[in-house]
């Protein structure tokens, strides 16, 4: 084995000459940019015992004294050896070197502690080169969409990125970017996530067995981690896509002590169009037309700042800003007054986090944080008249708003007090701030083109601010019991305080794995998880208006119990294959009752729903493949999920269960990546998916009533048989990716990028409805309506080409 | 790599977005429709049709006409017969407030359905009106009705005050309704004084558009006003509300804006009325019509659906509702 020497200084630090036992502690980083590799292992070859880097690259190792020989390893990464003689506690950075024989391409893989010798189960890590290389829509890379092709992840309508992970809802998903929930992920109302794949370093997702460190949700976590900055070199990379552009800089600010790293990305079809209307007269809506424009855009901004003041202390600054918005403007000019008519539609996240990570004992690692994030929505109407002789302006105004805003404050301990033992313990503090739905007008001035007179007024309606604290404490413990048994034991209590009402919930979690050979695994893990905040929607897609609502007294927190059991089995050097089955309760799950909608969410919203509960089992096997020239994952689903809502008040579809509206009982993914050559490499997606369910009213009837005086809005109304009683017809495309690449010199690199999304062309459905048509009967001499089932199919056979030059 | 574009390009252009395709899920079947909405001091009636299957075209009477409909109006059992000429079967027994009506339609191809419903009790509601003129040039400043409104040319308002007496130990819903002139409505009262100082809807017929204002920044239950946005139908203009906020002491206010123009003009001197009629309607017939407001507003393949609600039982719908009116007419000559 080719033995690589360490990269960093060796300190030695004499902390207790009189014990038998020393620990070995310091970061593991990739050799050429000093970013911290996280779920990388150590092991001491002589004793077997091992550890497993944190989210920070930490590791603490504690051996007993006498001659130790120390293997670093991450997939995809050259193995480090390091034989000394433990005497003391010891501080050890390694820096380890991406293996030179993969040069067209080298996919970092899956986390170790997830795989066959973790207790960890029911969670997928996937590179995020990985991630980049999926073929996707419009050639932007994302990855919920590539969590969509994982087993367990089931997708929501067609080319949307929403999951609903083993049969929970989208609200039901923990997403965090660095440790800080995101409450809307989604762009273009769900055909993009928030996350932007330049800016990140790691994605590792939780489907069940969830680690105590995360609560809040009850069916998975998505832990986002952003790249922290090279802290030798600076480089990045440009891209110009059909729909986005983006770029990415990374580098020192001093060289070892303090890095960035910064992405940014924005769609330009508003910039496009509003040429377009500039250029042609036609599209101007009248003669006093001055000027207009309109349009849609998404944008975001990742940037993280890196500083490390000692060994022992560092300091991240992160922070995100994503924003959707659609807008249009209009002047127009009439004699000697200027009319402006303006429409924006915002919507968006803001997510910060400060964080403080110091090393307080070799076998004691402290991770500090406060944070702050937001999701807002914001429409706005304004009319601004201006005289133009006197310059005095007129306004009226009406802007909604809503919206969920968080602080937290939080501090994690990561304890190894032997080697048997791998503790974390911590609290958070979280402070809610729920803005459910206000509308706010403002007027001023005398309009004289329509003859008013208004009074200054600002006026305000619909719900209050809601506040809310959520506190958290938790306690865990990976303990290697002997060679084969180890097991990952926790408990999570939280509390949640909302007007004068305190729910509190105690978690347990466990995670075992039994070692039958070193490269098979048996595993099972159970896990309680509590959910204190819901979120209304009455969408097949994601809209920025869906509002997020606290428990209340009367809506009790969701809960749900989950337990799962897999084999896992390694092919060395070639594939990690995994086999796990699952059964999971949910308690409190809400849906409108029959004749509700919330057409908006006033302080009565808890009325409007009924509360029941949903089931959820299934059989998930996976293939994954994370180095070579050939990689990539191969997967299958087969589950159900079903819901009840039987309770006095509150029933659905007769109180009889009924399947989950995506509830897809057969799902097929292979995903692969091949590097031809160094300037060639290609990728494949290949989905199969049963389609999701609808409720399609099959029965109609005629509102009219004999009685006149008392009106029923809608001339029809339908009758609901079964909910979900239809399924769309499945969903299966081909996507497919070209890579070119050429090398300018030894920095400058470019590549092209061909993606074609559906290949072959196959309707997928994207909605059905009803189409009515009216023609007129000659033979009749009436008009007869006719009426079809019709299948929308969004996205046809769609290329697109990107542009890349990397520095 | 020419000819490999055009075929994309021709392959993109050919691909309709959109398809028809069969129904391959369940049907429940069609099922007996029992309607009947009753006016205290009118006779009962009910009428029965069956649902049709969703894609079926054509538009052909789905009376049952062979149905037997007995009816129990506050205790005394009746036996409805079947009219052809308006497709209903009648009672001979007339509704009383405060009665108690049950329905039973039994059908042999559709079973039995059966539903209950209180007809509301009588209540009271005063109305005062008032008239108020304007320059041709528009709104004197005083007239805090209208403040932020477009309004348009308006030379007067006539004004109806409706003060309806609320029952504070039940709930109740109410509907008034108007002829289709341009008019306000406000609202006004103690308890609604201490939410918002006042509420102004404008409806320009035949299209709808309103405008709530609510001043001080108070927050008020939105849904609530929501119920009073009107309901279109025929061409008359109608609103539904409960009385969640209402006390004895609410005002609701509606105004008529006489436009300077000559047409309005001939019809005052046409003697033309302004109906008016407020209802208290039962809660089941409150509730059917938030909920079929609520499934047209729903009924959007993007939206999850939203299901009719019914009281009635068995394998049927439909509703069975009630109410009390008290209608009137002022003659704006009068003014």
Not at chain 1, 167 to 179: F, K, T, V, Y
Not at chain 1, 298 to 325: P, Q
Not at chain 2, 41 to 66: E, H, I, W
Request: net charge negative; aromatic share 12%.
């Amino acid at each position: 084995m080719k033995r690589k020497t360490v990269s960093l200084a060796l300190v030695l630090l004499t902390v207790n000459a009189f014990g038998q036992k020393h620990t070995v502690s310091g970061y593991i980083w990739d050799k050429s940019s000093h970013e911290t590799l996280i779920g990388a292992t150590i092991l001491d070859l002589p004793s077997g015992k091992g550890a497993i880097t944190n989210e920070y690259g930490f590791y603490s190792l504690t051996l007993p004294d006498g001659p130790v020989e120390l293997r670093t390893g991450y997939v995809g990464y050259s193995t480090t050896t390091l034989s000394f003689s433990l005497t003391a506690d010891t501080v050890i950075d390694f820096g380890l070197q991406t293996i030179a024989s993969l040069e067209e391409v080298t996919i970092t893989g899956n986390r170790l502690e997830l795989g066959v010798k973790g207790s960890q189960m029911s969670a997928v890590d996937i590179p995020i080169e990985q991630i980049k290389a999926v073929p996707a829509m419009f050639g932007e890379a994302d990855v919920l969409k590539a969590l969509q092709l994982l087993p367990g992840v089931q997708t929501g309508t067609e080319a949307t990125a929403g999951i609903y992970v083993r049969g929970g809802a989208p609200d039901e998903n923990l997403l965090l970017i660095d440790g800080v929930p995101v409450y809307n992920v989604n762009h273009m109302f769900g055909f993009f996530s928030v996350f932007n794949p330049d800016a990140l370093k790691n994605v590792t997702l939780y489907k069940g067995s969830f680690p105590a460190h995360y609560c809040g949700r009850l069916s998975s976590v998505v832990d986002v981690r952003m790249k922290d900055g090279d802290m030798q070199n600076c480089h990045g990379n440009v891209s110009v896509g059909m729909v986005s552009s983006k770029f990415n800089f990374e580098g020192p600010i001093i060289r070892d002590k303090t890095s960035f790293n910064i992405s940014a990305r924005r769609t330009y079809s508003d910039i496009v169009l509003n040429a377009a209307l500039k250029l042609n007269d036609r599209f101007k809506f009248s003669d006093m037309q001055d000027d207009m424009g309109m349009g849609y855009y998404f944008y975001d901004i990742n940037i993280k700042l890196n500083h490390k003041f000692s060994d022992n202390d560092r300091l991240y600054a992160s922070w995100y800003s994503g924003d959707d918005d659609i807008f249009f403007d209009y002047i127009e000019s009439d004699g000697e007054l200027r009319t402006k008519d303006k429409l924006d539609w915002k919507w968006g996240n803001m997510v910060g986090a400060l964080r403080w990570n110091h090393i307080c004992s070799p076998k004691l690692f402290m991770d500090a944080s406060a944070s702050y994030t937001r999701y807002r929505h914001k429409m706005g109407i304004d009319v601004i008249e201006t005289d133009r002789i006197t310059g005095t302006d007129n306004h009226a105004g009406v802007a909604m708003n809503s919206g969920i805003y968080d602080i937290t404050l939080r501090t994690d301990m990561h304890w190894s007090p032997s080697a048997m033992h791998d503790t974390r313990f911590g609290a958070y503090y979280t402070h809610h701030r729920f803005n459910p739905d206000v509308i706010t007008a403002d007027m001023e001035g005398e309009f004289k083109e329509s003859g008013d007179t208004i009074l200054d007024s600002h006026i305000n309606y619909g719900q209050n601010n809601i506040y809310a604290d959520e506190v958290q404490f938790y306690a865990e413990d990976d303990i290697s019991i002997s060679h084969a048994i180890k097991a990952d034991v926790g408990l999570s209590w939280s509390l949640f305080n909302v007007k004068g009402h305190t729910f509190n919930n105690l978690e347990p979690r466990l995670s075992m794995r039994f070692l039958l050979n070193d490269n098979l695994s048996m595993k099972a893990g159970y896990a309680y998880m509590s959910q204190y905040v819901h979120l209304l929607s009455n969408n097949t897609i994601s809209l920025p208006t869906d509002l997020w609502v606290p428990s209340t007294d009367i809506i009790m927190p969701e809960h749900s119990h989950q337990i799962a059991a897999g084999a896992f089995y390694q092919i060395e050097g070639v594939a990690d294959l995994s086999l796990e089955a699952y059964y999971k309760t949910e308690e409190n799950l809400l849906e409108y009752k029959e004749g509700e909608s919330m057409m908006n969410a006033d302080d009565k919203w808890y009325d409007k729903v009924a509360i029941g509960r949903g089931w959820s089992y299934g059989v998930e096997f996976m293939i994954q493949r994370s180095i070579g020239r050939l990689n990539g994952w191969l997967s299958y689903t087969w589950s159900r999920t079903q819901r009840q809502f039987d309770r006095e008040g509150m029933v659905l579809n007769a109180g009889n269960p009924f399947d989950a509206k995506y509830d897809r009982r057969h799902e097929f993914d292979i995903t692969c990546n091949y590097s031809f050559s160094k300037r060639f490499d290609m990728s494949a997606t290949w989905i199969y998916e049963t389609g999701n369910c609808g409720t399609m009213y099959t029965q109609y009837y005629e509102s009219d009533m004999p009685d006149k005086n008392v009106y029923v809005s809608e001339p029809e109304l339908g009758c609901y048989g079964d909910r979900n009683n239809m399924r769309l017809n499945p969903t299966h495309r081909l996507d497919l990716g070209f890579n070119w690449h050429r090398q300018f010199s030894d920095r400058v690199r470019r590549t092209m990028s061909l993606s074609i999304y559906n290949a072959y062309n196959n309707r997928n459905p994207f909605l059905v409805y009803v189409y009515k048509d009216t023609q007129y009967d000659s033979q009749a001499k009436e008009y007869v309506e006719t009426r079809t089932l019709r299948q929308l199919t969004l996205f046809p056979i769609l290329p697109s080409l990107s542009y890349t030059v990397s520095f | 790599m020419k000819r490999l574009s055009l075929i994309l390009t021709a392959l993109i252009l050919v691909t309709g977005c959109t398809k028809d395709i069969e129904y391959r899920g369940t049907d429940r079947g069609p099922i007996m429709v029992a309607n009947s909405m009753n006016r205290a001091g009118d006779k009962a009636y009910v009428r029965v049709t069956r649902s049709r299957y969703f894609l079926d075209s054509g538009n052909p009477d789905y009376t049952l006409s062979d149905a037997a409909v007995t009816m129990t109006i506050g205790g005394s059992y009746h036996e409805l017969n079947y009219g052809s000429r308006n497709r209903n079967y009648t009672s001979d027994c007339t509704v009383k407030p405060g009665s108690i009506l049950q329905i039973s339609a039994a059908h042999p191809d559709f079973g039995q359905v059966y539903a209950c419903d209180t007809v509301p009790k009588a209540f009271s509601c005063t109305v005062d009106t008032a008239y108020q003129a304007f320059s041709m040039k528009g709104i004197a400043i005083d007239t805090m009705f209208y403040h932020g409104l477009d309004v348009g040319m308006i030379d007067s308002v006539c004004s109806f005050d409706f003060c309806l007496s609320s029952d504070t130990g039940r709930n109740e819903y109410f509907m008034i309704e108007f002829e289709p002139i341009r008019r306000f409505i406000s609202i006004r009262g103690d308890t609604l004084d201490t939410i918002c100082q006042y509420l102004s809807y404008r409806i320009a017929t035949p299209t709808l558009y309103a405008i709530e204002m609510i001043d001080n920044e108070s927050i008020g239950d939105f849904s609530e006003l929501m119920d009073l946005l009107p309901v279109i139908s025929n061409g008359i203009n109608s609103f539904t509300f409960s009385d969640r906020h209402l006390s004895d002491t609410t005002h609701l206010v509606f105004e008529l804006l006489m436009t300077p123009v000559d047409s309005t003009l001939h019809i005052i001197k046409s003697d033309i009325k302004a109906k008016y009629a407020i209802r208290s309607l039962s809660w089941a017939a409150y509730t059917y019509q938030m909920a079929a407001r609520n499934f047209g507003n729903h009924n959007s393949p993007m939206s999850e659906p939203v299901t009719m609600w019914t009281n009635i039982q068995g394998d049927g719908t439909g509703v069975l509702g009630s109410y009390v009116e008290i209608s009137d007419s002022l003659s704006l000559r009068e003014f």
